[in-house]
């Protein structure tokens, strides 16, 4: 059977670890330069091996082992990780292990002991509790930035989930998805007061519990509705929905990120972008959406050994190495708006570099996500181009404050808001 | 075992704080590593993939910060090991009150001198990392044969260091120029070209002379893997990129799409007999037409050309037909010499009685796979097919002794898979390569084995002794992995001796024996 993740299911996993150090690059093949080679944004900034994919697979073992408890130290290495995802596509492409899983078990062991999450996530939790943003804004204004203009169709068998980020601090996101969607003419709803919180930020720092609670509340606010498709301008929740959801309960509904919304609708000729916009720009793919948003499929089924060694899962069980993100879609959008030019940076799609803000680092080491996110838009800039456009709200916010550290000229934009430039200018 | 408080502060003030640690959350984990599993079993200390813990890791940035480190252990009677990219056991420590130097932080890629095809490295450049960077030049290097992830430097100056393209690029040893070497007691030796006194002279061009030439006291065949001091900068061999030099790959892991560059073709032969096999290798080789040359196993066929444990099962019954195949790789500049080159395959498969099932579309690797040969990444798909792999023999002679050795390993080898220990190959699972165009060709031979298992890493570690014994009773070349005191006390005499030299060196350049012996030798006899 498959784990339901728990830390003791891993330990035969954990104990194949090669302590290669692949995890710590890109995928082999894929190294074009020196400058732009690694994949872990924790063993860049922090160095020792523990701050690693593999090393927090023998810290796994450790704990397993009784080697080591849930000091201070180890809660530390356990949560200065992005969570990106990186060191799984890049042992994966050799090896069967599940250095993000391990990780993850790692931290909702840290929870159940009580010795995580960080203080910063503890008080983050109880206001996604309270008030169901983890920002403690109050749940009545959560739609606020909804413009008079957008007119919504209480019926509607489509419903845009906005997500507690775009709803409070990166409404410029929220206000360019409704727009494009009201010019394609889609009839969508919103949740109102039962939208919550997708969860997210509760389970990336290992509280189970409280987000088990999470996702059962919005799937079935979905469901009575009778919403058949979901759409979701950020990658977190769009993750979340498609992986993490699925682990918790089955549900009918489609779930689409705004990029594969806007791609059809684009493909369907009901958005025709007319405005040139003559710029470079570079995207960036947030792990969420790219490799962490490959869907998880549900496995049953036995692992027998074989000649030996050879451990073979009957059927076969889809590992997860990050090929079925959503890459396409955001790129595809980019080329139907006139004028702009593609350029990619050298880590791309399933081997991004992570911006940096995910798996509760924005919060807990502020620090540590802007060294991170400089990484990133380094390698924009090395591109040329000038714009640079993403897909999720929390990269925005991430990857705009490096761009202000930095005094960059590089002009950051949501993929809805690239869009709606060109179709009605300025947005 | 913890440092005191002031050999501590010493050593932080040389890195600052951000670069030591003592921390357990730290220290447990550097004493894990691939193949610890087996050291320990060999060595009566039980079954655990943990070895010693480290008394501290340190992270130097420098040159100079290395040396005082080291004259700071000397000082404060500390041990040390360095190393780079850190895979495999002798990465671990062997003694307590030892402080691993990790030297990730010395990550750069000095100089690239295309005029006299040298590069200058640090420790922790990895493999791929300097190619990429070569490959913008048009030239390419030897690629460390244990992964293109892997520290170029201590393969050069510390390890074997075979790889898939020692036809053209030989091993490790033949590569390293000069050489920037902290030694155990914290004094700086430079070799090569690099120790010429004149400074308008010195440079990094050649590891012999002029200047001081100690590359076998440095290295010899096996390297002294962290028991000699730290080497802190190398000069590298290049040579030019073997075919078009681009570097096109698109796509998604583990399906990549690789633009095949221009002028580069694999070949994938078989052979009905090894005494066939054996002939063609060096037939080929004379006629120095590949880039890669080697034989696997059937089985290693089948993991070196699947990216899946699935995949692998699928097909493996295509190449389980297979007898003896040879893995050979074309490479050019232009068009006529790949022409020439696929000729004179072409003749000598005809004339060696071989069956090229390239061209009769038996074996078509895809162009992901010619990425990983130009990357060396082709024997890392062991760790894919089975949980764990590791060597044994490990000879470097000629091919007669390489295909004795491979025939005189199946019966013992296949003892074991019949056990349940290894896994099974029909004890055909061997590596043999050739060096610089059949001048020298090297064997080493693969065996899959379950790290999670007891029974199995046991019978792994059996084994290892009965293929060491063998290399010695049968008269092949020194073995692999005779590492440590112990196994030199056991195999020096029995091989003229080496091992009282070996420790001649060693009390040389470390009298106190601060640089971590456990797989090197000790300055004195039954010392720890």
């Known amino acids: ?427 | 075992m913890t440092l005191e408080p002031e050999a501590y502060a010493a050593l932080e003030q040389v890195v600052g704080p951000e670069n030591i640690s003592a921390k357990e959350a730290v220290t447990q984990v550097y004493g894990y590593n691939w193949g610890v599993e087996l050291l320990n079993l060999q060595q009566g200390k039980g079954f655990s993939p943990f070895a010693t813990t480290p008394a501290a890791v340190v992270l130097p940035g420098s040159t100079a910060e290395v040396q005082q480190v080291v004259r700071l252990c000397n000082r404060y009677e500390i041990n040390f090991k360095a190393f780079s990219t850190g895979f495999g056991p002798w990465n671990t420590v062997s003694r307590p009150r030892t402080i691993l130097l990790d030297l990730r932080r010395m990550n750069h890629i000095v100089e690239i001198d295309e005029k006299n095809l040298h590069v200058v490295i640090e420790p922790y450049v990895t493999g791929s990392q300097m190619q990429a960077e070569l490959l913008r030049r048009g030239l390419n290097c030897h690629m460390p044969g244990a992964g293109p992830q892997v520290s170029a430097l201590a393969s050069s100056t510390s390890m074997a260091g075979p790889g898939f393209t020692s036809p053209v690029t030989g091993y490790a040893a033949r590569n390293v120029l000069g050489v920037e070497w902290v030694l155990p007691t914290g004094d700086i030796l430079r070799l090569g070209s690099l120790g010429l006194q004149d400074p308008d002279h010195a440079d990094w061009y050649t590891g012999d002379g002029p200047g001081p030439s100690l590359r076998g006291i440095m290295r010899g065949f096996m390297g002294a893997m962290g028991g000699l001091g730290v080497f802190t900068r190398v000069a590298v061999k290049l040579y030019p990129f073997p075919c078009t030099p681009k570097w096109e790959v698109e796509g998604n892991s583990p399906d990549f799409a690789f633009r095949v560059p221009d002028f580069i073709r694999y070949h994938v032969l078989d052979y009905k007999t090894y005494e066939a096999m054996d002939a063609a290798m060096r037939k080929i080789e004379e006629e120095e037409i590949c880039f890669m040359c080697f034989h696997t196993s059937p089985y290693g066929l089948g993991a070196i050309f699947n990216h899946s444990v699935w995949g692998f099962v699928k097909q493996i019954l295509k190449y389980l037909f297979l007898k003896h195949p040879v893995v050979t790789m074309l490479t050019a500049h232009s068009q006529r010499e790949i022409d020439y080159k696929e000729k004179a395959l072409a003749a000598l498969v005809n004339e060696t009685g071989g069956r090229d099932l390239t061209t009769h579309k038996q074996v078509v690797p895809r162009g992901v796979s010619y990425a990983e040969a130009l990357r060396c990444l082709l024997g890392f798909h062991g760790f894919l097919i089975g949980t764990s792999f590791q060597s044994t023999h490990g000879g470097l002679e000629t091919m007669t002794m390489c295909s004795n050795m491979i025939q005189a390993n199946i019966p013992l080898k296949k003892a074991y898979i019949k056990q349940k220990a290894l896994g099974p190959d029909k004890g055909q699972g061997a590596w043999c390569t050739s060096y610089e165009h059949g001048h020298f060709f090297h064997a080493e031979f693969p065996a899959m084995y379950d790290q999670t298992s007891e029974t199995s890493c046991q019978g792994m570690v059996d084994y290892m002794d009965k293929c060491d014994e063998m290399d010695l009773r049968e008269h092949f070349a020194s073995p692999f992995f005779v590492v440590g005191d112990k196994m030199h006390e056991k195999y020096g005499p029995e091989c003229t001796n080496y091992h009282v030299w070996l420790r001649k060196i060693k009390e040389a350049l470390d009298p106190q024996n601060r640089s971590d012996p456990g797989f090197y030798i000790s300055s004195k006899v039954n010392q720890e």
Not at chain 1, 108 to 128: D, N, R, S
Not at chain 1, 153 to 166: D, I, K, R
């Open chain 1, 1 to 427: 059977m498959e784990p339901t993740r728990t830390l003791e299911e891993y330990r035969q996993l954990a104990s194949r670890c090669l302590r290669c150090s692949l995890c710590k690059f890109i995928p082999q093949v894929a190294i074009k330069s020196q400058e732009f080679s690694t994949i872990c944004p924790s063993i860049d900034r922090y160095n020792f091996h523990n701050y690693s994919g593999g090393g927090r697979l023998i810290t796994a073992l450790c704990i397993l082992s009784n080697k080591l408890q849930f000091s201070p130290d180890v809660v530390d290495v356990v949560y200065k990780c992005t969570e990106c995802g990186g060191c799984d596509v890049s042992c994966k492409y050799l090896n069967t292990l599940e250095p993000l899983e391990v990780i993850q078990a790692l931290r909702e062991k840290a929870v159940e002991t009580g010795a995580g999450p960080m203080l910063v996530h503890k008080v983050y939790i109880q206001k996604v509790q309270e008030v169901h943003n983890p920002y403690g804004e109050k749940h009545g204004q959560r739609f606020a930035w909804l413009p008079d203009d957008v007119k919504l169709s209480e019926n509607a068998p489509v419903a845009y989930f906005v997500g507690c980020t775009s709803a409070y601090r990166r409404k410029e996101i929220a206000i360019a998805t409704a727009r494009v969607l009201q010019a394609a003419g889609v009839r969508f709803t919103i949740l109102g007061e039962d939208e919550f919180c997708c969860g997210s930020p509760v389970l990336r720092v290992g509280d189970k519990k409280a987000f088990t609670d999470i996702a059962r509340h919005n799937i079935q606010a979905i469901q009575q509705r009778g919403i058949k498709q979901v759409i979701m301008s950020c990658a977190g929740c769009f993750s979340t929905f498609c992986v993490e959801y699925k682990r918790v309960a089955n549900y009918k509904f489609k779930v689409f990120h705004t990029s594969q919304y806007f791609a059809r609708l684009l493909k369907e000729k009901k958005l025709i972008p007319k405005i040139a916009i003559p710029k470079i720009v570079t995207y960036h793919d947030p792990c969420h959406l790219g490799r962490c948003g490959e869907p998880y499929k549900r496995w049953r089924g036995i692992t027998l050994k074989i000649l030996t060694v050879i451990k073979l899962t009957i059927p076969p069980k889809h590992l997860r190495r990050g090929q079925h993100g959503v890459y396409q879609p955001p790129r595809d959008v980019i080329r139907q708006v006139p004028g702009l030019k593609l350029v990619e940076m050298e880590r791309n799609q399933g081997y991004a570099y992570c911006c940096g803000a995910g798996g509760g680092v924005k919060s807990a080491f502020p620090d540590f996500a802007l060294f991170t996110s400089k990484n990133r838009v380094k390698e924009a800039k090395r591109t040329g181009a000038e714009i640079l456009v993403s897909a999720c709200p929390f990269c925005a916010t991430n990857l705009q404050d490096a761009i202000r550290e930095e005094g960059n000229t590089l002009q950051y934009h949501d993929i809805s808001e690239i869009l709606l430039k060109s179709l009605q200018g300025g947005a």
